[in-house]
């Protein structure tokens, strides 16, 4: 349905928030390196689990 593609664009863009800001942090001095590997590993994890769901498009034929 569209608001449940909706929620998983929103979590997917999270997750890719929790990828790159902790990078950022951390470079700034401003967060610590073991609790940005947490996070990163958390937004890549939620970004593979959710984005293939909204972004492959249906009834488009899939190349071998």
């Known amino acids: 349905s569209k ?3 909706l929620f998983l ?3 997917s863009f999270i997750g ?3 990828s790159i800001v902790p990078a950022v ?4 001095g401003q967060m610590e390196p ?4 947490q996070l990163m590993f958390l937004g890549t994890a939620l970004w593979f689990l959710t984005a293939p769901y909204w972004m492959i498009k249906k009834g488009v034929a899939k190349e071998d």
Do not use: P, Q, R, Y
């Not at 073991?34 to 590997?37: D, L, Q, S, V």
């Open 34 to 37: 073991a609790t940005c590997k």
């Open 3 to 5: 608001e449940m593609k």
């Open 25 to 28: 942090l951390v470079f700034g």
């Open 16 to 18: 890719l928030g929790l």
């Open 9 to 11: 664009k929103i979590i």
